[in-house]
C-alpha cells in the first residue's frame, strides 16, 4: 500500500522517457535493411555478373538478376526515404548507416563491373591458355570436333576447326543469336565461315551467329 501511489507516476514517466510503442509496420519501414534483404541484393549481384560473364550473355541469368535487382531497388527506396523523414526513423539511419549504405554499395560496385566488362574480361583471361591450347589442338587435327567440352571456365559446343584456326560456341549465350570464341592466327576468318567476327585480342575473335 505505501509504495502503490510512486509506482503509477513512475511507470508514466518511463513510458514518456521511451516515447510511444511504434507498430510492426513502422518499424519495419524505418528499421534498417535485415537479414533477408541484403544477402537478397549480393545474390542479384552475383547473378547479374555471372550473366554477363560470356560473350554475348546468359540471357536468363542476366534478366533474372537484373529483375531482382530492381524489385530489392523497390523495397530499399522507400524504406530510407520514410526512415529519412521521419522523426523516429532518423536515430535509426545513424545508429545502422553501415547496414544503409551497404545494398547502394553494393549495388554500384556491380554496375560498375558490368560497365567496364569486368567479368567477361576475367573470365576470359583465366580461361585464355586453356582455350587456346585447346584451339591449337582442334586445329592440328590432335583433338577431334565434337558437341561439348568444359574448357577453362566456359562449358563449349559446337567446336570446330576454321583452317588454321577453331571455334566454338559457348553453351547457353545470347538470346536470337549464339555466341562463341574463334582462335585464328591467320585473321579474322573468312566468309567460307559464317558468323560475325569482333576482334578480342591477339589471335582471338569474339564469333556471333544468327540475327543480328
Same mark, same amino acid.
Given at each position: ?7 503509477g507516476?513512475?511507470?508514466? !514517466?518511463?513510458s ?10 513502422t ?6 535493411p535485415?537479414?533477408w534483404l541484403?544477402?537478397l ?17 546468359y ?21 530510407f ?22 545494398a547502394?554499395?553494393?549495388g ?6 558490368v560497365?567496364?566488362?569486368?567479368p567477361y574480361?576475367a ?17 592440328a587435327g ?22 588454321t ?12 543469336? !549464339?555466341?562463341?570464341?574463334?582462335w ?5 576468318p ?16 569474339e ?6
Open positions: 500500500m505505501i509504495g502503490s501511489p510512486t509506482e507516476p513512475s511507470d508514466s !514517466s518511463t514518456r522517457e521511451q516515447g510511444p510503442l511504434l507498430s510492426p509496420f518499424r519495419t519501414l524505418t528499421g534498417p535485415g537479414r541484403l544477402p541484393v549480393a545474390f542479384a549481384g552475383l547473378v547479374l555478373l555471372y550473366g554477363v560473364s560470356a560473350p554475348g550473355g540471357f536468363m541469368q542476366t534478366m533474372f538478376g537484373g529483375f531482382l535487382g530492381l524489385v530489392l531497388v523497390i523495397v530499399w527506396a522507400p524504406r526515404v520514410v526512415a529519412l523523414c521521419r522523426a523516429d526513423g532518423r536515430p535509426g539511419l545513424r545508429r545502422h548507416w553501415a547496414r544503409w549504405a551497404a547502394p554499395l553494393m554500384v560496385a556491380v554496375i560498375g563491373l560497365h567496364f566488362d569486368v574480361t573470365r576470359f583471361a583465366l580461361s585464355e591458355t586453356s582455350l587456346e591450347r585447346y584451339a591449337r589442338a582442334v586445329a590432335t583433338e577431334p570436333e565434337t558437341r561439348e567440352k568444359t574448357v577453362g571456365l566456359f562449358s563449349l559446343a559446337s567446336i570446330e576447326r576454321t583452317g584456326g577453331a571455334r566454338f560456341r559457348v553453351r547457353g549465350t545470347g538470346f536470337l543469336s !549464339s555466341y562463341g570464341f574463334a585464328s592466327p591467320e585473321g579474322e573468312s566468309g567460307d565461315y559464317e558468323g560475325k567476327y569482333e576482334h578480342l585480342r591477339g589471335h582471338w575473335y564469333w556471333m551467329e544468327g540475327s543480328w
